[in-house]
T-cell receptor, first 116, second 117 residues
Framework: DTAVSQTPKYLVTQMGNDKSIKCEQN?????MYWYKQDSKKFLKIMFS???????INETVPNRFSPKSPDKAHLNLHINSLELGDSAVYFC???????????????FGPGTRLTVL | AQTVTQSQPEMSVQEAETVTLSCTYD???????LFWYKQPPSRQMILVIR??????QNATENRFSVNFQKAAKSFSLKISDSQLGDTAMYFC??????????????FGKGTKLSVKP
């Protein structure tokens, strides 16, 4: 049983196109995240949602728009793709523990996006 | 702002030997978690070990242990009896621990570990 799944795992597309990456978690977690891993393997937070509400929006071009239709899903839509968007995008989720504290995050398998 | 620094971009170790990966961090928070994640060539992010800042005892998970020095803001990972399957990128990560927003992980740049037969 996959805990955090992402589709597609690989995405190759042309500059200027619009694409979406989907993420689903079956862990019942309240919080979901999108991270970007660049070509040097550096991982950085992009967005975070808590119960469908956006709580983190790092300095990301507004061509990137996250959407959370329900607590189990967090999708990432990217408009007008650019060469620099090529990266691996990870979805993650975590529970909020009693008292409101956070614990570990569970990651999806990643989506390798290649923009040509 | 919190920062995480891994000063060893690459390391190698012979199979069955012990290796230590370094991590330092900077924060003004007193309540936080620290993590080591492993990313093998499959690119899956796998949690290796976690440490809660308020716990003085160093965390251990089988062959993996940490040396957590809170005052020095140091969090190193020791891998004992290294195995070929330990070959991976290792990321040190920091996370605040409080209610409300911003439970995201802040990562170091990673250390690429190669275990040689």
């Amino acid at each position: 049983d996959t805990a955090v799944s992402q589709t597609p795992k690989y995405l190759v597309t042309q500059m200027g196109n619009d694409k979406s990456i989907k993420c689903e978690q079956n862990l019942g977690h309240d919080t979901m995240y999108w991270y970007k891993q660049d070509s040097k393997k550096f991982l950085k937070i992009m967005f975070s949602y808590n119960n469908k509400e956006l709580i983190i929006n790092e300095t990301v071009p507004n061509r990137f728009s996250p959407k959370s239709p329900d607590k189990a899903h967090l999708n990432l839509h990217i408009n007008s793709l650019e060469l620099g968007d090529s990266a691996v995008y990870f979805c993650a989720s975590s529970p909020i523990l009693a008292g409101g504290s956070y614990n570990e995050q569970f990651f999806g398998p990643g989506t390798r996006l290649t923009v040509l | 702002a919190q920062t995480v620094t891994q000063s060893q971009p690459e390391m190698s170790v012979q199979e069955a030997e012990t290796v230590t990966l370094s991590c330092t961090y900077d924060t003004s928070e007193s309540n936080y978690y620290l993590f080591w994640y492993k990313q093998p060539p499959s690119r899956q992010m796998i949690l290796v070990i976690r440490q809660e800042a308020y716990k003085q005892q160093n965390a251990t998970e089988n062959r993996f242990s940490v040396n957590f020095q809170k005052a020095a803001k140091s969090f190193s990972l020791k891998i004992s009896d290294s195995q070929l399957g330990d070959t991976a990128m290792y990321f040190c990560a920091f996370r605040r621990n409080y209610g409300g927003s911003q439970g995201n992980l802040i990562f170091g740049k990673g250390t690429k570990l190669s275990v040689k037969p």
